[in-house]
Every structure is written in C-alpha cells, then in structure tokens.
C-alpha cells in the first residue's frame, strides 16, 4: 500500500505537518486515479443546490477564486465525482460537507486539465481519526492521515476526516 502522511509518533509536528499529509495525500491519492477521456460530460449544466454551493463558498478557498464560469464548472466536476464514486464512513457519519470536501480535494488537482478524471477509483473511506497500515484508528504506532489501497483496497482511498477538514481550514493552502 502507499501510505502518505505517516508520522512517528514518537516526533510531534506542528499541525501544518498533518494538514500537509492529509493535502498531499489526498491530491496524491486521487491523481493515481486519473485517465484521458472524460467519463460523465452532462449535455446541460448541472443545477447545484445553494446549500452546497454556499459550503465550496465557505469551505474551498480555490472555488472562491475561480471566475463564474469557472465555479459552474467546478460544481460540475464536483458532482460527477460524487455521483462517480462513493463515500463511506467507518465509525464516523459522512455529512453533505464531507462529501463535497472529498469530491473538492479529486476536482482541485485535475481542473487545469479538463479531459481527465478518475479511473478505478471506487470509494472513498473517512477514517474518524488518523490510523496505521493496518487500518488500527488512532494507533500508537504510527500517524496514518491518508492512504491509497491496493491489493484488496485497490479502487479506494482512505482519508482521516479530522486531517481533511484541516487541510481546507488553512487559508493559505
């Protein structure tokens, strides 16, 4: 498995280290997904609800400077994630911010290039908190705040949803 975002426990870094893990890891994560062609263009533009359009206004920081026309595109993408691949708590509910979190994180490293997106990419797992390549939550061993699977996990990715919400809680990121 490719584990990112893995801290020993025994070094304590300063909580820019786990929003960097969780940033990295999830952009990592999700470009190993990507392909050439374009899975779901719709044929018209896709109405996003207000409630989620004033969360990416809120939450993303990228969505907030993006042009009109670029949000609508954006919101598009976003969509076609989450209506591309599912999301799952384990041990922690999924909220409608989660999933548009999660979805941000796969648009953001693939706007530039419109003719990509993610392929075998099947789900996504939240975490409550950070874990070990074992999948133990909260290990003492090790700080797992990200992972892509393989083997068995091959087609998900596995975020801590504490350092996910982190990661869009820096301004500056």
């Known amino acids: 498995m490719l584990i990112l975002g893995v801290m020993p426990v025994m070094t304590q870094f300063a909580d820019c280290a786990i929003i960097l893990g969780a940033g990295t890891c999830a952009a990592i994560g999700f470009w190993s997904f990507w392909r050439r062609k374009r899975k779901h263009i719709p044929s018209e533009p896709i109405q996003t609800p207000d409630k989620w359009r004033g969360i990416l206004e809120r939450r993303v920081n990228f969505y907030q400077n993006l042009s009109h026309d670029e949000q609508l595109q954006f919101e598009s993408d976003v969509q076609n994630f989450l209506q591309a691949v599912a999301i799952t708590g384990v041990k922690v509910k999924v909220t409608v911010e989660d999933r548009l979190l ?68 820096n301004a500056t990121d």
């Open 102 to 169: 999660v979805a941000s994180s796969a648009v953001i490293p693939l706007f530039a290039f419109p003719s990509w997106t993610y392929d075998g990419l099947r789900e996504v797992l939240l975490y409550p908190s950070s874990f070990d390549r074992d999948f133990n939550i909260d290990s003492k061993k090790e700080i797992i705040t990200g992972m892509v699977g393989t083997g068995v996990m091959r087609g998900k990715v596995i975020l801590s949803k504490p350092a996910l919400h982190k990661g869009f809680d």
